[in-house]
């Protein structure tokens, strides 16, 4: 994929936030519509699509594997070739920086009788692959990653041999170190194509979106808690057929507008039809104890079942609190923004059991340690989390993204409560999830400027 043109916010001093708006579609959800629309029997119809550069990539992945796929305003058709129909790809599948197209595709080409390579970014081929890999061989998978930095450790690019005649994936019974959708996910789309059950448990429920999907599509599935089998052997048609599906809006993008009423004094914002799986809810549920005024207002249903609310947060007084434990796991992707959230509440904030987001698009614990030091807020760095120290004056800084998307969104709301202008460089990091963000905010009064460097 193309290099995107360097992007610097400039940002100041804003007064209240007002106004309801949309985000884009959830990135998970829009990659799985994906995949099990690339992999039905027909043209399936995906609307609410985010136009993001991480949903691109999947979009391209299986362009290149021989899926039609036609992009609109109005939806995205997808004439799906069923579970043999995959073509091994015309080139090394580019996957930029998206981690879930990688890790899911590696489960899913895992199975397929034709090889594949696939890379990514810089960023991304620093991000590690063992926990994806290694069950994957367990069970039959001729796949192998990259020696890199730590020498137990493998990396993209990722190079994927074919089964040959004959030869299939076996079933597999995995207890999973540490709960993750992607694992969880990879595992279960190469169980399409084993040859026996699918058996894995978590230490705490992910998100389950693929679940949903499958269990909406008539996959033979069963869950209980935090545990999943899949048995291909059971009677089921061995494929299914198109579909129309909505993708809700992003719980993670919508925490940044509205974290941003939560701060800025006499703000109130809404944000239409957000993803509420109770897997993802774990920030709204946190915002509650914390004493942020939230409400949520159901709005239906969108792609696999997925519940959706509007959700309504005003300014007020927060005071600091303890995040840790399966909490964290359903608000991992928006801890940076709890970070921001954390510098104007009052008293102390932890949170712990987040070493997952040293192996994101950065290291985020250490980046928003220093963003938040950058920023004038006290703040100490742990294993496995932050101790931020809340209510210091904000002073203007210049902060580099470091390639994440979300780092350079948490320091832009920093910098609307700052004295003095903000700059964030290398903001082009924000569309891989959130193009238009910076006309959001300022369609709710925000002070900020987007230049091309």
Request: hydrophobic share 40%.
């Amino acid at each position: 994929m193309s290099s995107a043109p360097k992007k610097r916010y400039r940002v100041r001093r804003s007064g209240p936030l007002i106004g309801s708006v949309r985000v884009p579609g959830d990135k998970s959800i829009g990659h799985r519509s994906l995949i099990f629309a690339a992999l039905g029997r027909g043209v399936s119809r995906i609307t609410g699509l985010s136009e993001g550069l991480d949903n691109a990539a999947t979009r391209q992945a299986f362009r290149s594997m021989g899926v039609a796929i036609e992009s609109s305003d109005a939806a995205t058709s997808v004439h799906g070739v069923g579970l043999r129909g995959l073509r091994m790809p015309t080139d090394v599948v580019d996957c930029g920086n998206s981690g879930t197209t990688m890790r899911l595709l590696a489960g899913l080409l895992s199975g397929q009788r034709f090889g594949t390579r696939m890379t990514g970014d810089d960023s991304l081929t620093r991000r590690p692959m063992g926990r994806v890999i290694k069950p994957l061989r367990a069970r039959g998978a001729h796949i192998a990653g990259t020696a890199g930095d730590k020498p137990d450790e493998v990396y993209p690019p990722i190079s994927i041999a074919p089964l040959v005649e004959g030869e299939a994936l076996r079933g597999l019974e995995y207890s999973m170190p540490i709960a993750s959708a992607q694992v969880k996910s990879a595992l279960l789309l190469s169980g399409l194509y084993a040859s026996g059950p699918t058996a894995i448990e978590e230490p705490v429920l992910s998100r389950d979106h693929t679940e949903r999907m499958m269990l909406a599509l008539g996959v033979p599935l069963q869950t209980a808690g935090a545990s999943v089998v899949l048995d291909p052997n059971d009677d089921w048609a061995r494929g299914w057929e198109p579909f129309e599906w909505r993708v809700p809006g992003d719980p993670s993008s919508a925490a940044f507008p509205l974290l941003a009423a939560a701060m800025i004094p006499g703000s109130r914002v809404s944000v239409q039809d957000v993803c509420v799986n109770p897997t993802r809810t774990g920030l709204f549920d946190w915002l509650r104890l914390l004493g942020v005024n939230i409400s949520l207002r159901p709005s239906g249903h969108g792609a696999g079942d997925e519940p959706m609310a509007e959700i309504d947060v005003r300014h007020g007084t927060v005071r600091g609190s303890v995040a840790g434990g399966e909490l964290i796991v359903r608000m991992i992707d928006e801890i940076p923004a709890v970070c921001a959230l954390a510098a104007v509440s009052t008293g102390r904030t932890e949170i712990r059991d987040a070493a997952e987001l040293r192996v994101k698009e950065s290291d985020r614990i250490a980046t928003m340690a220093q963003v938040l030091d950058a920023f004038g807020v006290p703040c100490e760095e742990l294993p496995d989390g932050l101790i931020i120290t809340g209510g210091a004056p904000l002073r203007g800084a210049e902060i580099e993204s470091r390639g994440d998307h979300r780092i350079a969104m948490a320091a832009t709301l920093l910098g609307l409560l700052a004295e003095g202008e903000s700059l964030i460089d290398g903001a082009e990091a924000v569309d891989t999830s959130f193009p238009g963000f910076v006309g959001l905010l300022r369609s709710l009064g925000a002070d900020i400027s987007e230049e091309t460097l």
